[in-house]
């Protein structure tokens, strides 16, 4: 791994001497006055690459070095866990799937190098990682003297002075393999305890757009979503959606859509008030998924329509003693807590910026220019966004969790609000809340 990463190409910005030394002696000839003095932090924090708090995870790697993977920190003890756990969303997420993904041939195949003790995890970190073996850093040879438009390319530039040019280096959404990874963990103790499920799905593809009352939230399966390589639940419109795919793809184009994700079964009391609601983790945590631009929860923008009462979801007790709601236009949170109610969500993803096709853009050196990019990418990244979507929910869902039991459940819980919801599929309960 090691001469791999050193073998990597990498841009930094140029200095007038030819040499990428420290930029500190410059700056100081450039201060109006000797008694100016530059204040430097002796502790730096390194931003970008954790997230989570109790359940934290650190991915690491980029797309055409060594390989990538993640440090799960915080994963509770006892829980059972081997590399074919993570394998299933993994395969789910890897390129080379059908004609409507990237050609990139990866098996994408996991290991576990700690954290785990004859089955099952010990409490400490653990450390999964993938191999790249299909890299082709030839590929990008023209991207590392001029930007692609609309991707990462001149921004990291602008913020690092220097970037890995193959594959886009860290903005690839190879790097998702550190959190579908984790996210698989996530959904593994989220179902051992509370019966949650998480399920995403193909609801639009550029113009195609699957009606909302198509699919059933309640009945929704993964069988349903895996029937078809655009992972659309519908029969009739994904192959309309397929359909669509194709026709950019042949033309070396790319199109956007969007992913519908439920949550079935979700604790109650999940998230907090005030900054850290449950919807704005979840949108914090969607939007940093690769070509992301929009998210909603519940009715979303389409709210903005109705009038409160028309929108508001009155409250009544089920047969089992439950508080329900008898609309869900919240999308299963209320004031920033999840209330019991499926939590419904969509993520819309933009075209690919990568195609085929001759832009215009500019160097490095700030020379206009034209640039048709070379390399495999996804004409639609929406069918292997999915699973991505599921681990990042999964992941928010098992640190609000924990975080709910730090706080709420320390001594004994009020049995009478804060228990169990009671539903005939999760009694008896594997777990008291």
Known sequence: MASSVASKTFLAAPRTDGSLGSLLPDLRRQLPSPNVQILIRSQVKAAGSTFGTYFRVTTFGESHGGGVGCIIDGCPPRIPLSEADMQVDLDRRRPGQSRITTPRKETDTCKIYSGVSEGVTTGTPIHVFVPNTDQRGHDYSEMSVA???????????????????????????????????????????????????????????????????????????????????????????????????DAVRVRGDSVGGVVTCIVRNCPRGLGSPVFDKLEAELAKAMMSLPATKGFEVGSGFAGTFLTGSEHNDEFYTDEF????????????????????????????FKPTSTIGRKQNTVTREKKETELIARGRHDPCVVPRAVPMVEAMVALVLMDQLMAQHAQCHLFPINPDLQGTMKLPELEPANFQM
């Not at 639009?204 to 909302?212: A, D, F, G, R, Y």
């Not at 869900?328 to 499926?342: D, M």
């Open 147 to 245: 930007y692609r438009p609309s991707h990462a390319d001149a921004t990291y530039d602008m913020k690092y002075g220097v970037r890995s040019v193959q594959g886009g280096g860290r903005s690839s959404a190879r790097e998702t393999i550190g959190r579908v990874a984790p996210g698989a963990v996530a959904k593994k103790i989220l179902k051992q305890f509370a019966g949650t499920e998480i399920l995403a799905y193909v609801s639009q593809v550029h113009n195609v757009v699957l009606p909302e009352d198509v699919v059933d939230h309640e009945m929704l399966t993964l069988d349903q979503v895996e029937s078809n390589i655009v992972r659309c639940p519908d029969p009739e419109y994904a192959e309309k959606m397929i359909a669509a795919i």
């Open 321 to 348: 003693g439950n508080i329900r709601t008898r609309t869900n236009r919240s999308g299963g949170i209320q004031g920033g807590i999840s209330n019991g109610e499926i939590i419904n969500m969509r993520i819309a």
